[in-house]
């Protein structure tokens, strides 16, 4: 049975990793992509079919959410 637009398969993302790292995705279904947090690069997913081309990713500017520490 076909996923309703813009959902993802559970099974699909289980098994699913960033051709650049191998490293996991996590899914972010507002904005319908697939991001990977080692590479900086969110893969788009369109019509629930995950595009996992390094060329067809955008890169993620923002930096990585982690405490800034530093001297006072």
Do not use: F, H
Request: charged share 30%; proline share 12%; glycine share 6%.
């Amino acid at each position: 049975m076909a996923e309703p637009r813009g959902e993802i398969d559970p099974r699909l993302l289980e098994i699913l990793v960033c051709p650049m790292t191998k490293g996991p995705l996590r899914y972010d279904a507002d904005a319908q992509e697939l991001i990977s947090e080692r590479a900086r690069l969110a893969y788009p997913i369109r019509d629930g079919i995950p595009i996992m081309l390094v060329d067809e990713a955008r890169q993620i500017d923002e930096p990585a959410e982690r405490p800034v520490a530093g001297p006072q």
